[in-house]
Structures are given as structure tokens and as C-alpha cells.
């Protein structure tokens, strides 16, 4: 059966009633994920964070699979999930570098550093220092291609709701991305 | 979760056994996810223990269908569950399985007086049959492993897995738990375990001719055509009449029935039929 006429033919069950959720980190592309995971739990059992959770009803047929709410609990990126996964819903990452969970987006309108307000809150709760998000000249952040989605800029935002939210896309979807990755300009690394 | 009646029908020897080892997994899964091990892990169709990644079958087949190529990462723990079945038959149906164990519990508060009706595992061949295939065909369909999402043993054990784990309260797989055992308790009797169950019913099939069942002494069987032995059976089979897909899961009831030792539970020759 042809992908086309699949999705077709799910379309009336697997119409998404809520945006996609954020995924753990190594999940195969959203196309593919709900039908390798087979719900078995093992990737939360793992966490020790307890940042996975099953989807609820309101996502369809992809009920059960597991998603990360960032602002409650993100990924803190220790990789113990995708190797617990038997079905390859998850492939196991070496460096965590090459995670792409998803993708952060300022809300300029919050951020309080656009505002003026001296605020680098994101950038100290970022696990990739200086090189998923940089400071422009204003100090204000900007997220680079390096961000791999993980959340804890989300999470520890001190705007209300956050001024920083993480867009998901699971891995396969940004291989392109990640194939131009070799450019990206290096922060001050190590300086902090 | 056996029922009020310790003394009722079906206890013995072997049925004492079998109580003990079910308890021991019911307990097993329950304290897993308290754990958050990571060599001891997982829920009844996906369970890892130590170097050994065990997945059932009919979970794996789905996940296959729905989610592609991939999925073939089951492979490896999919032999030796398949191995155990055709050795033993759906074993892990009456001797692991805490949604089995929930199953003949209610079946036994509501029905101690009835009687299996003649032909009873027959009739849920055809059942059994279309419910692995619609759920099979349907993962392929819809692109989400139903034969997995649906299976009974994951709905029972996943349930604490998703409470303690993710600190949630488990909503979907809680109100799926809940219409299975709600079908258990108002549809035909032990329905989900001997018609719907995908991974028992793919078990069921994958016995060889010649595994380990009770066995029959034809000459010793002093019943007269309703037979003790089949109305001790959980899933109502004539161990009189044993056929090879019959999904008899070696629970050896029929052993502990027997008032004129003509059923046994080990010894040689080949079962019938």
C-alpha cells in the first residue's frame, strides 16, 4: 500500500485535534513514529526526570505515544531513552549534538529582553552553552540551527507561559538542516 | 483477584502452582516501574531482562505493518517468545498474564455454576481469527499498531508503568483497561483472552503438532460425554477433543479435573489430533 493512499485512508482517525507534540530525542520522522512505537512505556520507565509522558486522547490514533511537555519537565538530554526502545521508534544517538528534538522560537513580544530588560535566562539553562543560543549586539537571544529542541529554555523562562517555546520537528524532518550544520558560527564555548 | 470462592471449581495442584506464578508476575509488573532500571524494564509485549529483549509477537507483526522497515528492530526478541509458543502453546496466557489473571477472576464470580456448552473453543476459532486479522489489517491501514496498542497483557501492565513513571494518570490506556474488563464482565464469557486477544491468539496458531499439552489416556477416561475435564477448562476445550490451534495455554486444569488420572500433565507420545 502506497504512503499516499494510507495517509488517505487514516486521515479521518489521525487528523491531529491538537499541534505536534514535542518528541524524545533520536524519534523517527512524525510520519513513521506512531506506527513503530507500540506504546510499551519502556522510554518513560527510563527517565529519570519523568519527562515522558503518554499522549492523551485528543491526539487520535497516536494515543499513548510519548511526548515532552517542556514547560512542566524537559529533556535534559542524558540519552537513556533510545536505547530502551525495542521497536526503533527511537534510534540511539552518540553525540547529543546531532539531537533534533525540535527547534526554539523567541516570542518577541514577551521576551524580556526585548523589552529591555537584562535577562539571559535561556542562555544559561541552554545544555549546548553559547551555541544554540547567542546574544546579539542588543544582548538580546537568538536561537542558531545548533538548538536541538530540548526544552530547558522553555522551562525555565521566567516570562509568563514562557517567552521561548520549542517548535518539535523529529529528527528525519530536519536532515537537511542538519546537513548544512557543519557551518554555524561558534559561540564563546567554553568561556563560561 | 480469584474470586471469593478459594475452594471452587478448577483448584488443585496444578491450579495452585499457577495461582502462585501469576501472583509472582501481577507483583512483578506492578513493582517494575518503581525500579526505573534500565537492564530490567518494560511491559508485558516489550519486556527487557538484562541482555534479553523480549517482544510478542503480534506486536511486533503490527508495528511492522503500520510503521515499516524499521520495526524490524523487534526481530531479535520476537524469536524467542515465538519459540516458547510453538514449544508450549500460548503458555504465558494463563501463567503470566496479570490481565489473564484479572479475566478468569471475574469469570469466576460470575459464572460458578455455568456449564461451557459443547464445541465451546470452536467457536471462538473464527472469532479469534478475524480479530488477529482486522487488527493486523488495520495497523497496516491506519498506520498505528493496533494488534500493540490493544493487546489485554499491555493495557494491565502498562497501567502502573504510565502512573508511577510518567506521573500521570493514565487516561487512555485506564479507559481502555476499563472497556476490556466492562466486555469481560457483560459479553461471553473470558471473551477478550479466548476470542480477541491478538497476542494470545497468534500463539494460539504458531503450536506445533507435537508441543507440551496435557495428555489423554483414552483407555483410563472413565467420563461419561460431558466430561469433568471440560468444564474445568478456563476456555471451555474438550481435552477429549484437542485439536493443534485449539489455544489451550497448558494451565493443566483439566489435569487437576481428571477424577481418573487418564489426564496427565507430563509424560511422552504425541497428543491427538
Redesign the interface.
Given at each position: 500500500m502506497s504512503g499516499a493512499a494510507r495517509e488517505r485512508a487514516a486521515g479521518f482517525l489521525r487528523r491531529r485535534l491538537a499541534p505536534p507534540p514535542l518528541r524524545p530525542p533520536g524519534a523517527r520522522p512524525e510520519a513513521e513514529f506512531a506506527g513503530l512505537c507500540i506504546r510499551c512505556g519502556r522510554c518513560a520507565e527510563v527517565c529519570p526526570y519523568r519527562a515522558l509522558r503518554p499522549a492523551g486522547f485528543a491526539r487520535g490514533l497516536e494515543a499513548g505515544t510519548p511526548m515532552v511537555v517542556a514547560r512542566e519537565a524537559p529533556c535534559w538530554l542524558c540519552m537513556r531513552c533510545p536505547p530502551a526502545c525495542p521497536s526503533g521508534a527511537l534510534e540511539p544517538i552518540r553525540d547529543l549534538r546531532r539531537v533534533r528534538m525540535g527547534l526554539a522560537v523567541v516570542d518577541r513580544d514577551r521576551c524580556y529582553a526585548f523589552m529591555g530588560i537584562v535577562c539571559r535566562t535561556c542562555l544559561d539553562a541552554c545544555p549546548l552553552q553559547g551555541e544554540a543560543i547567542r546574544q546579539d549586539d542588543d544582548l538580546r537571544p537568538v536561537v542558531t540551527d545548533r538548538c536541538v529542541g530540548c526544552g530547558l529554555c522553555e522551562f525555565r523562562c521566567p516570562a509568563e507561559g514562557s517567552a521561548i517555546r520549542v517548535r518539535p520537528e523529529a529528527s528525519g524532518d530536519r536532515a537537511a538542516a542538519a546537513a548544512v550544520d557543519t557551518g554555524g558560527a561558534r559561540g564563546p564555548g567554553g568561556g563560561r | 483477584m480469584t474470586g471469593a470462592g478459594a475452594s471452587g471449581p478448577g483448584d488443585g495442584r496444578w491450579t495452585r502452582r499457577r495461582r502462585a506464578v501469576q501472583a509472582l508476575f501481577a507483583a512483578f509488573y506492578l513493582v517494575?516501574?518503581f525500579l526505573?532500571?534500565?537492564r530490567l524494564?518494560?511491559?508485558m509485549?516489550?519486556l527487557?531482562v538484562g541482555p534479553v529483549?523480549l517482544?510478542e509477537p503480534a506486536?511486533?507483526a503490527?508495528?511492522w505493518l503500520?510503521?515499516?522497515a524499521?520495526?524490524?528492530?523487534?526481530l531479535g526478541?520476537v524469536a524467542p517468545v515465538v519459540l516458547l509458543a510453538a514449544l508450549l502453546g500460548p503458555v504465558y496466557c494463563s501463567w503470566a498474564c496479570p490481565f489473564g489473571l484479572l479475566s478468569e477472576g471475574i469469570d469466576r464470580l460470575r459464572s460458578r455454576r455455568r456449564r461451557w456448552p459443547d464445541r465451546s473453543w470452536e467457536r471462538a476459532r473464527l472469532p479469534r481469527l478475524l480479530s488477529l486479522a482486522a487488527l493486523l489489517g488495520g495497523?497496516?491501514?491506519?498506520?498505528?499498531?493496533l494488534a500493540?496498542?490493544l493487546a489485554p497483557p499491555?493495557l494491565a501492565t502498562?497501567l502502573p508503568?504510565?502512573a508511577v513513571?510518567?506521573?500521570?494518570v493514565?487516561?487512555?490506556?485506564g479507559?481502555l483497561l476499563l472497556a476490556a474488563l466492562a466486555l469481560e464482565v457483560l459479553g461471553p464469557r473470558r471473551i477478550l483472552c479466548r476470542a480477541l486477544c491478538p497476542a494470545g491468539g497468534l500463539a494460539a496458531w504458531l503450536r506445533l503438532p507435537f508441543a507440551w499439552r496435557p495428555r489423554l489416556d483414552a483407555a483410563r477416561c472413565l467420563c461419561p460425554e460431558v466430561a469433568l475435564c471440560h468444564q474445568r477448562c478456563p476456555w471451555g476445550i474438550d481435552p477429549r477433543r484437542m485439536r493443534r490451534a485449539d489455544g489451550c495455554t497448558c494451565c493443566m486444569a483439566c489435569v487437576d479435573g481428571c477424577p481418573s488420572g487418564a489426564l496427565v500433565a507430563i509424560r511422552g507420545g504425541p497428543a491427538r489430533g
Open positions: - | 517494575l516501574p526505573g532500571s534500565e524494564a518494560g511491559t509485549i516489550a527487557r529483549d517482544a506486536s511486533a503490527s508495528a503500520a510503521g515499516g524499521a520495526a524490524g528492530a523487534l526478541g495497523s497496516l491501514l491506519l498506520g498505528a499498531p500493540a496498542i499491555r502498562a508503568l504510565e513513571s510518567a506521573r500521570v493514565p487516561a487512555v490506556t479507559t
